[in-house]
C-alpha cells in the first residue's frame, strides 16, 4: 500500500509539472506528501486527481494545481523561512510548506479541522508547525513578522492586519473577491506593497470570527 500511494503522489507531480509548475522543491513536497491521508476515506480514490475536494464544514482541500502554485509563488520570495498560513483546513497544504521552510505558523478558525489537521501531520512527522485556533483576518500578531504569508480562502478585500505582519522583502499570496477572484501577490518594501495579479481562482470565502 505504502508503494502504491508513493507512487499515486509522484504521478501528482509529474501531472503538476505538465501543468506548468516548474519549481523541483515543490513537485519534491508534492511527491513526498499522501493526500489521500487528507480527505475522508469515501473520497481516498479521488484524492490524487487535480480537483478541490470537500472537508466538512463547508470547507474544501484545495487542487493539488494551487496549492503547488501558490506554493512556488511563495519560494519567489527574497527570504522564506517563516511563514504563516490562513486557513489550515485539513492540513494538506500545511504538510506541503513544513516540507519547505523551517516554521510553519498556521491560523484555522474551525477547531475540529485544525483538530484533525494536528494529528496528520503528527501521523507524517512534521513537528515545524505551529498551530492557533483564531481569526484569520488578524493573522497572528505575536508571532510576527513573517517572510511569506499565504492565505488558503478568499477575503473580499486584504486584511490589513495581514500586510503590516509582513518583514520587509516579505511575500503575501492570496485570492482576493467574491463572485470572481484572482490570485493576488503583495511584496512589502517599506511601508508599500507591491501587486502583481496572477490569474483567476476559486476559494470558499475567508470568513471573519472563529468558531469553538
Known amino acids: 500500500m505504502a508503494v ?56 474544501t482541500i484545495s487542487q493539488p494545481y494551487i496549492v503547488a502554485k501558490m506554493t512556488e509563488l511563495l519560494l519567489q520570495s527574497q527570504q522564506c523561512q517563516k511563514v504563516l498560513e490562513i486557513g489550515t483546513g485539513s ?50 500578531a505575536s508571532k510576527a513578522p513573517f517572510d511569506c504569508i499565504i492565505v488558503t480562502a478568499a477575503p473580499h478585500e486584504v486584511p490589513q492586519a495581514l500586510l503590516q505582519q509582513l518583514s520587509e522583502g516579505g511575500r503575501l499570496v492570496i485570492p482576493v473577491g467574491s463572485q470572481e477572484q484572482v490570485l493576488r501577490v503583495f511584496t512589502r518594501i517599506g511601508d508599500e506593497f507591491e501587486q502583481k495579479d496572477v490569474e483567476a481562482v476559486r476559494f470558499v470565502p475567508l470568513v471573519p470570527g472563529e468558531l469553538a
Open 91 to 140: 492540513g494538506y497544504q500545511t504538510a506541503v510548506l513544513a516540507r519547505l521552510f523551517s516554521q510553519v505558523c498556521s491560523v484555522e478558525r474551525i477547531k475540529s479541522l485544525q483538530f484533525q489537521a494536528k494529528r496528520r501531520l503528527q501521523q507524517l512527522d512534521l513537528h515545524n508547525v505551529s498551530m492557533k485556533h483564531g481569526d484569520g483576518w488578524l493573522g497572528w
Open 4 to 59: 502504491v500511494t508513493h507512487r499515486s503522489a509522484a504521478v501528482l507531480a509529474q501531472k503538476l509539472q505538465q501543468d506548468g509548475i516548474q519549481d523541483s522543491r515543490v513537485l519534491s513536497a508534492i511527491a513526498q506528501t499522501p493526500r489521500h491521508l487528507f480527505v475522508e476515506a469515501v473520497l481516498a480514490h479521488k484524492a490524487y486527481e487535480n480537483t478541490a475536494l470537500p472537508i466538512g464544514q463547508g470547507q
